[in-house]
Each structure stands twice: as structure tokens, then as C-alpha cells.
């Protein structure tokens, strides 16, 4: 019989250093990689890049972003993943000045129904996944294709060109803008 002075301890229960901890971190890669991104443009380019208007400029770029990235974020803890969510924005996008300004549609009820159609590609791409048993990155890859075909068929149809013009004319615009898309000034930047 072992001698409580001679016992193993269990490697779970002992105490590791600060150091050994940090390294053991999944997050310290991403950050020590962000951190040799930053430090390699503001060697570069160190005028406009380390400028307040050069930082308000990839934060804003960065913010949105991020907000797709929190939501293709739950998809990969839960082992999934999402392929098509850049086609959906862009087809959300031209659905709703689509909507707004060749049909006369509030541009309130626009955005909605462009909602609506992003729900509804979400929502198919995941039945498909669960009944065809494929992989959410076959699946979605293909709804990649599919969306951004789509969107730019259908907007040449309807326009004669890839790009719809003319949003900011239309009525109600002006509301929308003031209420979610108006710029904040700070120290004489302009951040949206």
C-alpha cells in the first residue's frame, strides 16, 4: 500500500503556470495572428493605416463582418457550417431595391420580405440537410451557387445590369436611414 506522501496525483489537479495555461488557449493562435496581420500593414502602410480614418475604416468593415460571423459561429460549435450566407446577403440586398424601387414596394415591406426569403433559404438548406444526411457544406456550397446565380439572372432580367440604382430615392429611405443607417461623428470620424 502507497504511503499518502508517495500517492499520484491526478495531472488534472495540478497547478499549472500562467504562462503554460495562456499557450494551452485555442484563442491566443487567432490572436498572436491578428496581432502579426496588424503589426505587418502598419509596417507597410503606416500613414493611412495607423490613421484614426484608416481605423474607422476596417473596424466598420470588420463589425459587419462580425455579425454574420457570430452567426456562422453557432453553426461550427454545433459542427455545422454555412457556405451560402454571403449569397444570401447579397440576394437580401437586391430583393429588397429590387422590390423597392422597380415595383413601388415600401422599402419597410421590402426588407421584410427579403427577410422572409433569407428565413426561407435557411430553412431549406436545413431540411436538406437533415433528410438527404449530406454534409452542411455540400448543401450549402450549392445553395452558394444557386443564390448568387439567382440574384444576378434575376437582376439583369429585371434591370438590364447586375447593380439596382436609385435606392435612396425612394420614399421612406430617408426615415430608415436617420433611424439605422445615419453616421456618428466622433473626434471628426465619421463612423457608420
Known amino acids: 500500500m502507497a504511503s499518502s506522501a508517495t ?5 488534472r489537479m495540478v497547478e499549472s503556470s500562467l504562462v503554460k495555461r495562456l499557450l494551452t ?8 495572428g491578428a496581432i502579426l496581420v496588424w503589426g505587418f500593414f502598419a509596417i507597410v502602410a503606416p500613414t493611412g493605416f495607423l490613421s484614426l480614418r484608416g481605423t474607422a475604416s476596417y473596424l466598420e468593415v470588420s463589425a459587419h463582418l462580425g455579425i454574420m460571423a457570430a452567426a456562422v459561429a453557432l453553426l461550427m460549435i454545433g459542427g455545422e457550417f454555412d457556405l451560402s450566407i454571403g449569397s444570401v446577403l447579397g440576394m437580401s440586398s ?6 423597392a424601387t422597380e415595383f413601388g414596394i415600401p422599402l419597410y415591406l421590402s426588407a421584410l420580405i427579403s427577410l422572409a426569403m ?7 438548406n436545413g431540411v436538406m440537410v437533415v433528410r438527404t444526411k449530406l454534409p452542411s457544406f455540400i448543401i450549402t456550397l450549392g445553395s ?4 448568387r446565380g439567382l440574384t444576378i439572372g434575376v437582376t439583369r432580367l429585371i434591370t438590364g445590369r447586375t447593380q439596382v440604382g436609385g435606392l435612396d430615392e425612394v420614399a421612406g429611405y430617408q426615415l430608415l436611414y436617420n433611424l439605422f443607417g445615419r453616421d456618428i461623428m466622433i473626434g471628426g470620424v465619421g463612423f457608420a
Open 94 to 99: 437586391a430583393l429588397t431595391a429590387i422590390l
Open 144 to 147: 452558394l451557387f444557386m443564390i
Open 25 to 32: 488557449r485555442p484563442e491566443l493562435g487567432a490572436l498572436s
Open 7 to 11: 500517492a499520484v496525483r491526478d495531472e
Open 118 to 124: 433569407a428565413l426561407l433559404v435557411g430553412f431549406i
